[in-house]
């Protein structure tokens, strides 16, 4: 049984988890939870779909690392890289190619930022989810990075990102809402992160513990020692979880944290 000494790291989702999609701000019982983390030497780590140099958010948290791009860009707080998992430039052209098609909004996220082919009614969406400017519109084609970029969104129902993503086997798509899904390298994503994060520190992933809400944390929840579900997450994350806390507005974390005796 995993105890409060034991715990050497604590992961976290951002949007849902640490930030909330109501009032888009950390909650005051979150921030002292994580200071109380960094006191007694836990490492804190962020595991997100976002880039990480799209967290200004959450600046004032002291974590150390960033899963970012859904595990797809590991890397330190000051910019080292830890890992880094590239989409194939040739994938790239062939998911823009049945973008085309299909007639659905796409966008390519990297440290530059998040750029769209158009702005659809499920990119207006996603703006207002997170609560942020819509991406401009570019030719994706002179934004994608061969060798860097690792994270592509498809704007479009589960049907249509089916049959998208079986036409290309070596990617694969997650969701955390549903208005879009997040497209990688297929076989890495946030649990890979963690296990790659925990390595880079001499951690043993079994000691860890991590937080999420959607369905792109569900490998991260299953491969730390102990996996804590929002409350405000769906239910398919909660019945991979080990524990459910409050919603992010209701102190979820800080609950969670202290029912389980590591704060």
């Not at 086997?169 to 809402?177: D, I, K, N, Y």
């Not at 890495?188 to 963690?194: Q, S």
């Not at 405000?232 to 029912?259: E, S």
Request: net charge negative; hydrophobic share 40%.
């Amino acid at each position: 049984m995993i105890i409060k000494q034991d715990i050497q790291a604590a992961f976290f989702d951002v949007d849902g988890t640490l930030l909330s999609f109501e009032k888009h701000i950390v909650p005051n019982s979150t921030q002292d939870s994580l200071a109380e983390l960094h006191r007694k030497g836990i490492k804190i780590i962020i595991a997100t779909g976002r880039s990480a140099m799209n967290l200004n958010e959450i600046s004032m948290l002291p974590y150390d690392g960033i899963i970012g791009l859904n595990g797809t860009s590991c890397v330190l707080r000051d910019g080292t890289t830890v890992s880094h998992h590239a989409i194939p430039h040739e994938i790239f052209i062939r998911f823009i190619e049945l973008a085309k098609r299909y007639d659905v909004a796409v966008s390519v996220e990297g440290n530059a930022g998040v750029f769209v082919n158009q702005v659809t009614a499920r990119v207006e969406e996603m703006s207002r989810m997170i609560a942020q400017p819509l991406p401009p519109i570019r030719d994706l084609t002179q934004i994608f990075i061969p060798g860097e970029t690792s994270q592509l969104c498809l704007f479009a129902d589960n049907q249509t990102e089916i049959e998208i993503i079986s036409q290309l086997p070596l990617l694969s798509s997650s969701r955390w809402c549903d208005v879009f899904a997040d497209i990688n390298v297929a076989g890495v994503d946030k649990g890979t992160g963690l296990y790659e994060m925990a390595n880079f520190y001499g951690l043993n992933p079994s000691f860890t513990v991590a937080f999420g809400d959607g369905g792109n944390d569900i490998p991260m929840l299953r491969r730390a020692g102990i996996g804590i579900a929002m409350g405000n997450a769906c239910d398919n994350v909660k019945d991979h979880a080990d524990f459910i806390t409050g919603t992010v507005d209701d102190d979820g974390i800080k609950y969670a944290l202290q029912y389980l005796g590591i704060i």
